[in-house]
């Protein structure tokens, strides 16, 4: 288990700025690895390779955004 990833906002528009969601993809798919759930982890793992080539700005992501708040909890 990895140290979970900090949540950042963007203040415009209050998605999530595109490291951070590139970052929280990152910790999910290795989350969902060790818990043998392979089918999500290949999705966050395609995910955060998106969002990591991705330019500068914010994600609105309903589905990461759930994912998030039940690690924070």
Known sequence: MQKVPPVEH???TGGLTM???SLWCQFLSEEF???GNRSLSE???RRA??????PTGSLHDRRLEEAIKTWKR
């Open 10 to 12: 963007d203040l415009l």
């Open 19 to 21: 490291s951070c969601a």
């Open 33 to 35: 690895d060790w818990q």
């Open 43 to 45: 999705y966050y793992k």
């Open 49 to 54: 390779q998106e969002l990591s080539l991705a």
